[in-house]
Structure formats: C-alpha cells, structure tokens
C-alpha cells in the first residue's frame, strides 16, 4: 500500500521533462496504488494529465504548466493547477474539479457534461463550446478574467461566468465591462447560460442568443458556486457584487426547429 | 423560417396508392393499427387510404390476413420534359410550400454507376488450382488494429519468445463489421439484435454517436464505441467497457455535415443514453472542435489511448472525399489503429438530402486510392483498413477486399436483414418494422431473437459465399486476398476509372 500523499517529479535524471505516457502511468499507477494525493512536480507541457481517472476522493497538485486536455474526461478527481493550462482544459469532462490559478486557454470545457472549472484569470476562444447537462450533472465553467470570442457556443447545458477581474495577490482590479467578453456570444446556444459581470454590448451577441433578466433564481444559483471560486483564489465575495451580472439565455430550446422538410417526394 | 399562409401548399399527386380489394377485406381494421405514417384509417364504414402519406413500407399488406392490399406506384402523366423530370419538380412544389431543407436518411438513392458492377472476378484455372471451400480450410479471421513492421525474438536455450510488443488487436471471424448506427437512428430492440448476432458471430458492431445504455456494457467485448463532435454519451463506461473506440469525423451519408436529433425524438431512452434532457434538440457540431488539423486529430487519438491506458485499438473514420487518400496518410501517422472509409453510398438516420444525394465519392476508388498510398509510403501496416457505404451485398464484399479493404462495414444489409423494406424514412422516427424508430409500441414489432437469427444468418451466408470466391480464385486465406487488384478486371465504360483503382482492363492478362 502506498502511502496517501504521494510527490511526482516530472522530469528524468537528466533534468529533461518526462514524455507525457511515462508520466501519466506513474500518476496512474500511484492512484491505482491508494494515494489519495498525488503532488506532480515541474510539469513542463506534458498532456492527457489524469486523462479518463474516476478516483473520487483523490486531490492531484500540478505545479508547472501542464499541456493540452488535462483532465480530458475527468470522472472524479480534484485537480489544482499553480501555474497556467493550456488548450482544452476538462474536454469531455464528466465529474470533477479543475483549479487553475494562472489563465486556461482556447475551448476550455469542451462538451462537458458535468464538474468544475475555476480559472483565476483569463481564457480563449470559444470556451463552453457544446456543454451539456443531465439530470443532476451540470458543469461549472468560472473564469475570474476575461475570455475571447465564441464564449458558449453550440451551448446545451451547464453555466459559464466571466467575471472581467485581475485577481492579484492582495488586490482586484476592474476590467472595462466591454473586454470581459467578446462577440459570437453564446453562438448557437440552446441550453443553459452565460453569466458576464458588467454590461454585454448587444451586438456581442451570436445566433439564438439573448439578454435575460438577472434574477433572485440566477443570484440564489450563482452565490455557491462564486462562493467556492472564492474560496480557492482567497478573495472576498463582496468585490463581485461591484459590478451588475448580465445573464445570457438562449432564445429557444427548438433554435433549429422547423429548418428541415422530413417529407420525402 | 417563412411564415405558414393559407393555400401555400402546391397540390402534388401522391407518389403511391393503397389499393384495397373491397372483396377480400374483412375490415378487420389489422391494416390501420399497423400503418405509422398515418395512411390508412377507418371511417365507420370501411378502410379508406390517405394515399399522400403512404411511403410504400408495406406494412399493412404484410399484415393484412386478407391479402387484400397491395401498394402500386400512383402513374400520373406529367407532362414531359427530360430535364424537368418529376422528381425535380416534386422537390421544387416541396421546397415552395414549405422553404425547408429537405431531409433525408438511409442511403443516396440516385441512380449513380456503380463501379462494384463494373468489376469481375478471377479464377484458377488449370495452373494454379482451384480450393473446394467445402473440403478444405479457407481463413476468413483477422484482426482489427495496427500490425508491427516486424516481429523480433529472444532465444534462450530451447525457449523462443517474442520480444515485440504487440499492439491491441481485435479477432474478428470474418472481415465485415457491422458500422455505426446509434441508439436515436434504430431502436432499442434493433440495437440489441445487432449486438447478440455479433457476439454469435464474433464480429464488432458500432454504437453510433448515441452513448450506450447501461442495459448494454454485458456486451461491450463486441462494442466498437463512436466518438463524434457532439461527444454524446461519451463517459468512462463508454470508453473503457468496449473493444475499440471509433473517432467520427465524418460520414458518407454526409460529409462535412454534422449531426441533429430533432427533440421529438429524444425519448426517455434516448436521454438516458444520449445523457441530454428529454425532448431537447441534440445537435453535432459540423467539425470537432479540437480538431482543425491531423496534429490535433492526434491528439484526440492519444487521448483516447491515454484514457484506456493503450489497451483497445482506436480508429477514425471518415467520409469517401476527393483527397482521401492524402488525410488517410495523416490519419495513420497520427496514430489510427483502424481507418473507415465511408462512402457516398453510406446510410443514415438523418440528413438534408442535397448533401445526402450529391457530397462524397464512391468507396471504390476511396478504397483503392487510400491502399495505394498507404503502401507507396510504408504505412499500410500500421493500420486496418475498413471501408463501408455502399457494400450492398457479398460480391461488393468480395470486390472491397481485392481493392484494398481489411475489413467491410455494414449498415443498411443488416436493417434489410431485419426486414426493412428501404423506405427511406428513417428520420420520421415512426418505422413500421420496428427498426428505426423510438416509439415503444412500434420498436416492440421487432422480434429480438429473430432478429439476431437474421443478422447472423447473413453474416453466415456472406462469410461463406467470400470463400467460395477465393477458392474458386485458389487462395486459401482472406488476408492474402486483401488488396489483390491483379484479380480483379474492369469491363466498364471508363477506362480511367481502371487506371485510378490500377485495375487492369477485361482482356489483358496477369502482369
């Protein structure tokens, strides 16, 4: 039996980093083994990082900046990242939760269908893209900073923030409401929603999707899930309140309803 | 959307008609409870057709104890015009009417060449002799997975062991795999007799892009688990309860196009697999959207291999393009341990019929053109080479191994062999067979165990009708017959043709 905190060291005897298959089986294997805390050090782009691991209770530390699709189809674990992630953070993830504190790159989330992302700073393009949600799965995409273009596309489920803030160590700086977010917002949107904190510009917005009423339902969802962002980047929730949240919906769940003619001539 | 309006309709004439012999019927009102597109009813009096919304699936004349209906084309004249013909104004009175995109499923029914046609076969005659398939062993086996360029042993004393790492292979009794079709596209009970034939006959079935319900991971030894855009159903039971993972970047029914189950027919059953809120639109992106590049469709792979910890093979397939050959090579350098091609021919559930009908090439000279390159380049070892979307029956079979395919792939042959009268109306969601259709009463007509008899009963007549080929052609193993052009000649009109697959022409002789 192992013991339950285990240190990982990513580089080789030579000080090179190890190749991603050799690293991820020794983080396989240690989990395998009973470690319900795996501490990978000097991570150096290495990819696939707990790729498909459904260990419930197990916490991985990574320090370093980890490649792209680190935790791709996460079903469990709890991942904290103290550096910066790459592309495609959480792909397909089922269950989980991913914290990153740095930013978190393009498609972060992609067709996740439950768990948690909480980035601390910024993210890409087109992030959320094709979240889903079923039954009691639904994921949580929170950025602290600030996303690029496409934010929710093809959106079918789960909840994405962006909350326009530069986390620093003992203080928050505001970002312009207008760079928060950028346009094709919610492109295709047909399930769940986008939360951005200060006001979107209309024409930010893509196809099926629009500008709801921020509501007592929307503050009573929101609080736990910023409470816990807040948690992790040690700031106070009062610093979030500043600002107005906008709450983007889709238009309709049908958005494509009556395009196709089924009769055959 | 264009607005509905009053009279917007163009009166068309039916495309066929319910003729009932008054005689024979009974008016024992069998025929209506069968009928699911709402044609035939009764009025009090007696049985009366709607005709316009008859599709021909002869359901209620199956069923009829009478013998009394029968389903005729309706022959109006119209007037003519060799261009204009009807078919071409039935879609421009459709289009006018309603200002939709026509939709589709099955398969491109235009009457297209087919090359398979244009191919004959050899056989052994005098000189090399020809193999009774009765009498003596023909191997039908192989193995679905990358190959090692070479084997290396380690002798120690009288020990011989070998030293290469193998990488995951799938045995499969006989080179035909049943393709994709999810749970959305056929019924559950169809579903099921898929998997109970392949598991009779040791072969792999796909799930479509339709998750795999919890009813179904007992079978996962013969579940080939596709991995699409929309990532429906994807969770680790999904990838790591089944013999081999698919990536899906596209389809021969429609290339380039993505996926759309309209919410009508998110079921209960449908959620459940599909794990998305019932009577929602579940929508496929047209691309992947971590993948715009071979390096990214890598990735994919990897993470796949990663996920599984490198112990099922994982395949990619895609639709019979113009540059096929070219993104094949990419494939295989990526890491595909199994290529599909699919071609134009290909089946689906659901898809705008312009792109159904017109997008793609014929597999033929997918499969021929992908083989070639793959051997000019030194690659064609680390892959198996499957190719599906148009192999009706065992004679394109026969003709696909001996352009280059490892493996075939069938889809709309093992819905004919559960009865499916191709009507074509697979995206209505209310097939009178039971096949494809979710609706519980409808999907309940489909006799499981009948089903699987007759799934594994044409596999069985396939697989025997493929040795008698190569018998007759004096060759005693299907893994020496894959890619064997020289037994093929062409006796078509096209010439070129022949120089692209580097078939011979009927006539010359062995080079």
């Known amino acids: ?265 | 959307m264009p607005e509905k309006m009053e009279g917007i309709r163009i009166e068309i004439p039916s495309r066929y008609k319910v003729n009932i012999d008054r005689e024979k019927c009974k008016i024992c009102k069998r025929c209506t409870i069968n009928c699911t597109f709402d044609t035939l009813s009764f009025n009090g009096e007696r049985i009366v057709a709607d005709h316009d919304n008859c599709v021909a699936c002869q359901r209620c004349s199956a069923k009829c104890p009478q013998e009394a209906i029968t389903i005729i084309d309706n022959q109006m004249a119209f007037p003519f015009h060799a261009a204009y013909d009807e078919r071409i104004r039935r879609i421009g009175w459709e289009q006018a009417s309603t200002g939709g995109v026509m939709l589709a499923s099955c398969g491109n029914d235009l009457p297209y060449p087919s090359i398979f046609d244009d191919l004959v076969l050899d056989a052994a005659q005098v000189t090399n002799p020809a193999i009774d398939p009765l009498r003596e062993p023909i191997e039908t086996k192989c193995f679905l997975g990358a190959k090692p360029a070479k084997l290396e042993f380690t002798e120690t004393g009288d020990e011989i062991t070998l030293k290469t790492n193998l990488p995951p292979n799938i045995e499969l009794s006989t080179p035909i795999m049943v393709g994709q079709m999810s749970l959305g596209s056929i019924s559950y009970n169809a579903q099921i007799a898929l998997f109970k034939a392949a598991l009779e006959v040791g072969t792999l079935v796909g799930t479509g892009e339709g998750g795999l319900h919890p009813d179904f991971y007992k079978y996962g030894k013969i579940i080939n688990s596709e991995v699409a855009s929309g990532r429906f159903g994807v969770d680790a039971n999904y990838l790591k309860k089944v013999a081999a993972l698919e990536i899906k970047i596209g389809q021969g029914a429609k290339p380039g196009h993505g996926g759309h189950l309209p919410g009508e027919k998110t079921s209960k059953l449908i959620s459940e697999t599909r794990m998305i809120p019932k009577g929602t639109d579940a929508l496929s992106p047209y691309p992947h959207h971590d993948i715009y590049s071979i390096e990214d469709l890598q990735q994919l792979i990897f993470a796949l291999k990663e996920a599984t910890r490198y112990r099922v093979p994982v395949g990619v397939k895609i639709a019979a393009v113009h540059n096929s050959a070219a993104i094949a090579s990419g494939m295989v350098r990526a890491g595909a341990d199994f290529i599909t091609l699919d071609g134009f021919r290909g089946g689906t559930g659901a898809t705008p019929r312009i792109i159904r009908d017109h997008a793609g090439i014929p597999i033929e000279l997918a499969i021929a053109t992908v083989d070639q390159r793959l051997r000019e380049e030194g690659i064609r070892h680390k892959t198996t080479l499957c190719a599906g979307g148009s192999i009706r029956y065992s004679a394109d079979l026969v003709k696909a191994l001996a352009l280059g395919a490892d493996v075939a792939m069938i889809c709309t042959p093992v819905l004919i062999a559960m009865g499916c009268r191709v009507c074509q109306q697979c995206h209505r969601g209310t097939c009178a067979w039971g096949i494809a259709t979710q609706n519980p009463a409808y999907s309940q007509r489909l006799n499981i165990e009948v089903g699987a008899r007759r799934i594994a009963n044409l596999f069985h007549a396939w697989t025997e009708e493929l040795r008698e080929i190569c018998g007759a052609m004096g060759i005693d193993s299907v893994e020496s017959f894959i890619g064997n052009r020289d037994r093929l000649r062409y006796v078509g009109p096209n010439p070129k043709i022949a120089d692209i697959m580097d078939v011979k022409h009927a006539g010359e002789a062995w080079g």
Request: aromatic content about 8%; some cysteine; glycine content about 12%.
């Open chain 1, 1 to 265: 039996m192992a013991k339950k905190k285990m240190e990982i060291d990513a580089l080789d005897g030579d000080k090179k980093p190890l190749r991603y298959w050799v690293l991820n089986e020794k983080i396989h294997n240690a989990a395998d083994d009973g470690a319900k805390h795996i501490v990978v050090k000097n991570v150096l782009g290495q990819r696939f990082i707990a790729d498909c691991m459904e260990h419930k209770d197990l916490k991985i530390d990574i320090h370093g900046t980890p490649g792209n699709d680190l935790g791709v189809f996460l079903s469990g674990p709890t991942i904290e990242v103290f550096g910066s992630c790459e592309d495609q953070t959480g792909n397909t993830m089922n269950a989980g939760t991913i914290i990153v504190h740095g930013n978190a790159w393009d498609v972060t989330g992609l067709a996740a269908r439950n768990g948690k992302i909480f980035v601390k700073g910024n993210g890409g393009y087109r992030i959320g893209i094709h979240m889903k949600e079923y039954q009691d799965q639904r994921p949580i995409v929170v950025y602290g900073g600030c996303v690029k273009e496409f934010f929710g596309e093809y959106m079918a489920g789960g909840i994405l923030v962006a909350l326009g803030m530069k986390i620093g160590n003992n203080k928050v700086e505001e970002v312009p409401s207008k760079e928060v977010v950028r346009g094709s917002l919610g492109s295709g949107i047909h399930g769940g929603a986008i939360y951005v904190r200060g006001e979107v510009p209309e024409h930010y917005l893509g196809v099926a999707a629009n500008i709801q009423p921020f509501t007592d339902d929307d503050l009573k969802l929101l609080t736990p899930i910023l409470k816990e962002f807040c948690k992790y980047f040690k700031m106070p929730i009062e610093n979030i309140w500043e600002r107005e949240i906008t709450k983007i919906a889709p238009s309709s769940s049908r958005p494509y309803g009556a395009y196709y003619n089924p009769r055959t001539v």
